[in-house]
């Protein structure tokens, strides 16, 4: 069974950081490209940044280029995303996805 739990979520202010994370089991992680995808309330699904199998290729939302990083360890079977200078528009329930596979997510808001 795939299973996907990301952690890290968190209140934070505007300009500050937080590092989420998302293990993953069930399936071969190093053979799986996977993306972050957030939802922010009342909106829908956005995609937010990819990462290939090795790591050597990632995208990002226009939104977030320049602020987020995405990364991975095979090894330990996690995918994390590095988020620095927050905004509030960044406030979203965060979802790491596998090939139509999602985690139950993880909260982070972005206020003063």
């Known amino acids: 069974e795939v299973q996907l739990v990301e952690s890290g979520g968190g209140m934070v202010q505007p300009g500050g950081s937080l590092r989420l994370s998302c293990v993953a089991s069930g399936f071969t992680f190093s053979s799986y490209d996977m993306s972050w995808v957030r939802q922010a309330p009342g909106k829908g699904p956005e995609w937010v940044s990819y990462?290939?199998?090795?790591?050597?290729?990632?995208h990002y939302a226009d939104s977030v280029k320049g602020r987020f990083t995405i990364s991975r360890d095979n090894a330990k079977n996690t995918v994390y995303l590095q988020m620095n200078s927050l905004k509030p528009e960044d406030t979203a329930v965060y979802y790491c996805?596998?090939?139509?596979?999602w985690g139950q997510g993880t909260q982070v808001t972005v206020s003063s």
């Open positions: 996805n596998r090939a139509g596979s």
């Open positions: 990462i290939n199998t090795g790591g050597g290729s990632t």
